[in-house]
């Protein structure tokens, strides 16, 4: 089938999800992706923050390849090594004593929720305006965009209390005596890379403690490096009782996990929650390879870096396009407001080679692989401007 048959052929079969872009990927390497047309795109997406390490990289290509032969299944009624090796790896690179796997960051978050729940005995969760936290009937109802929730407000679980995003003050009013947690991403991405200041997260961790009220920290998106640092709460100084990972986290296979201190890891007696593919061997081959290639090659480092010096390139850009409100972001987590809609210019990136997004309607999101280049930025930004 050719690219015209083939999206025919998708408008026909498949029930609606996301506006496409009109393109069909068919292979990738390093920041490239090509169409089955053959033309080439610098990939600033990374299919939404997830390609860590770009795209076909040689060791998460023979961790898989290593693993797909040796076993792709078990039942998780029985021990497989590459989960356990990936729990004793990831933990101590982090506050957490212990870890529940996943399959998407919508079913970590659901985890998360549950373990809240259960941990504290409470009924209440505060969450923040314009968040994302996924797309079942849990995280919908956790998620601050009313438009999602407006079809299912009468089946939504119940309990979680909206508000504004960095506004401690209206944290402290929506408090309870039901208040289980606190549920927020360090920096929000679908919201429009909105980046919080350290005070929100110092008094949020100070009426954490104070209250007895847990912090769940979102990474699905922010983890793994795409802020420049392991996670991105790390940038803040302030520890969470549960954090939630996916996206990154395999570099392209579907995972995902819930990390938690060990008291509260202790909420969730034997049998209260389960998956059955969740820690396959295969997830966690890919896991242990994509953790493993982002520190012996420094792509902390690497985001930190490129990205600053991509913010620097889009605050010039800044200055000569009236277009741009704000540029915002860590590491190689940024975004550039304007005060105009953004869709127009992931079409016209496009057309130029570039794949971007848009968010929140006027946000342009750059979310590339870890492993970009100043070269290669430089080639984006100069399209940018052109663009512009
Ligand atoms: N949390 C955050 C912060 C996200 O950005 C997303 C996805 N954009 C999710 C949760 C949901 O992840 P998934 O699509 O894997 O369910």
Not at 291 to 314: C, H, R
Request: charged share 25%; with cysteine; proline share 4%.
């Amino acid at each position: 089938m050719n690219t015209n048959e083939l999206i025919e052929a998708e408008d026909k079969y498949f029930i609606n999800t996301f506006a496409r872009q009109p393109i069909v990927l068919d292979h990738g390497k390093g920041v490239k992706v090509w169409d089955k047309d053959g033309n080439e795109y610098i990939d600033m997406f990374a299919g939404i923050a997830v390609n860590a390490l770009g795209h076909a990289h040689p060791k998460l290509v023979n961790a898989l390849q290593g693993q797909v032969e040796k076993l792709i299944h078990v039942s998780n009624i029985y021990y497989n090594e590459p989960a356990i090796e990936y729990a004793k790896k990831l933990l101590p690179l982090t506050e957490f004593d212990r870890l529940f796997y996943a399959n998407s960051g919508a079913e970590a978050n659901e985890g998360a929720i549950k373990l809240a729940l259960k941990y504290t005995g409470k009924s209440e969760i505060i969450t923040a305006k314009d968040s994302f936290h996924g797309r079942t009937l849990l995280t919908l109802a956790a998620t601050g965009h009313e438009e999602y929730r407006e079809p299912y407000l009468k089946n939504l679980p119940q309990g979680f209390i909206e508000v504004p995003y960095n506004d401690i003050e209206a944290i402290k009013e929506a408090i309870s005596d039901e208040t289980a947690a606190i549920m927020l991403e360090p920096i929000q991405g679908e919201g429009g890379v909105n980046v919080p200041s350290k005070k929100y997260f110092d008094e949020i961790a100070e009426i954490c403690a104070e209250k007895d009220i847990l912090l769940i920290l979102d990474e699905v998106q922010t983890g793994f490096g795409r802020c420049g640092t392991l996670f991105a709460h790390e940038l803040f100084d302030i520890k969470a009782d549960i954090m939630t990972i996916a996206k990154g986290v395999g570099g392209g296979v579907p995972m995902g996990a819930f990390l938690a201190t060990e008291k509260v890891a202790g909420g969730f007696a034997p049998g209260d929650h389960g998956t059955t593919f969740g820690g396959g061997p295969l997830v966690c081959a890919a896991a242990n390879a994509v953790l493993d290639t982002i520190l012996d090659e420094d792509l902390l480092e690497n985001s930190k870096k490129v990205g600053a010096y991509f913010k620097d390139k889009l605050n010039e850009l800044k200055e000569k396009h009236d277009k741009i409100v704000d540029v915002r972001g860590h590491g190689l987590m940024i975004g550039v407001e304007l005060s105009e809609s953004g869709a127009g210019y992931v079409d016209k990136l496009r057309e130029m080679g570039f794949l971007i997004n848009c968010t929140a309607g006027n946000v342009l999101r750059f979310v590339p692989p870890l492993i970009i280049t100043n070269e290669e930025i430089d080639k984006f930004v100069e399209a940018l401007d052109k663009a512009l």
